[in-house]
């Protein structure tokens, strides 16, 4: 059971409990849709174990000591590999972030090894002076205009993240400049189009010019993340998301979009006009529409519109109270 955005809906699931789908399949069969489950997992058990465990944590939550204890479960979960942006988001909400030094969390070492957990406090309350936390994050720095929306597709295909990444990292390693001259280009597109949403958010409204200023700019992205997909030969933008994506942006009222996170096949995210008939425009659309990637035998049949939103909140208080079922042991209604 979980969250309706976190996995692909198959017409078999079953019904809702307790305000959860129940998918009707084990997890290890289910199919992400790339929203960050995993990281929204860690972070949830992190934080409420520190709840637990510190006294006064309801008034003030350390945020910084949530962050560096959750990234370090979720690499330890994830082999050590990605970003840590889920992880932060999770915590801190919409935010600008660059990512540690990995050897931060290396020096920790296996939970078996001896004197672990000590190593390991001295890395999560930062008081190790050889690895310092070098971590970047910018609450709120980006800031999305009040006529744009931020929407999320599920593909359903489904993307294994960390073998992906592993393999981009190695094709770094492997050709460093190559890499690095994609990898700075793909960083500047980004950068810019942050510094340009957040002016434009700014504005009273956004006029045609700038509108196709932004299409363009995401439009240079994709086309430098296919390139680096080319290159390493990992599917970040695989043709079948190419078709998708370009399809979306013919559309009245979408920017752009992009494949997000690592890529791969899980989702598309779409820029578009907080307009309620471009996105109802947009989900029947998508309902219909239906592609195959030659060579790999892959298709699309449906792509679902899930119901999420950007937010800028990161950790919060839940109520509890919705789970009483389950905290007092007993069957939940369905």
Request: hydrophobic content about 40%; aromatic content about 6%.
């Amino acid at each position: 059971m979980a969250d309706d955005s976190y996995y692909s809906q198959s017409a078999t699931f079953g019904q809702r409990q307790q305000g959860f789908v129940d998918f009707g399949c084990p997890l290890s069969k289910a199919h992400k849709t790339g929203l960050g489950s995993s990281a929204a997992l860690v972070t949830a058990i992190t934080v409420a174990l520190i709840a637990w465990h510190i006294e006064g944590v309801d008034q003030k939550l350390p945020l910084h000591t949530v962050h560096n204890l959750a990234q370090a479960a979720h690499c330890a979960a994830q082999g050590k590999v990605g970003s840590g942006f889920d992880v932060a988001a999770a915590v801190f909400g919409s935010c600008l972030y660059r990512r540690f030094t990995p050897s931060i969390l290396e020096a920790v070492g296996e939970p078996s090894s001896s004197g672990f957990a000590e190593r390991l406090r001295l890395c999560v309350d930062d008081l190790n002076i050889d690895h310092k936390w070098d971590v970047e994050v910018s609450s709120r720095a980006v800031q999305l205009p009040k006529s744009l929306l931020l929407l999320m597709c599920d593909v359903d295909c489904g993307s294994e993240t960390p073998s992906m990444v592993r393999q981009i990292l190695a094709w770094r390693k492997e050709k460093p400049s190559e890499a690095e001259r994609l990898w700075s280009a793909i960083q500047e597109g980004s950068n810019y189009l942050c510094q340009t949403l957040t002016h434009l958010s700014q504005l009273d409204g956004i006029n045609m010019q700038a509108k196709q200023e932004l299409i363009d700019t995401v439009l240079t992205i994709r086309s430098l993340v296919r390139e680096m997909s080319t290159k390493s030969n990992v599917p970040v933008e695989p043709p079948i998301i190419t078709q998708l994506l370009d399809y979306c942006t013919s559309l009245p009222g979408v920017i752009g979009g992009v494949a997000p996170g690592a890529g791969g096949y899980d989702a598309v995210a779409l820029l578009v006009d907080n307009d309620g008939e471009v996105v109802r425009d947009l989900k029947q659309r998508l309902e219909h529409w239906e592609a195959r990637e030659e060579g790999t035998g892959l298709r699309i049949g449906k792509v679902q519109l899930l119901r999420v939103r950007q937010a800028y909140e990161g950790i919060r208080h839940e109520d509890v109270s919705k789970y009483s079922e389950w905290l007092d042991g007993r069957q939940p209604s369905t």
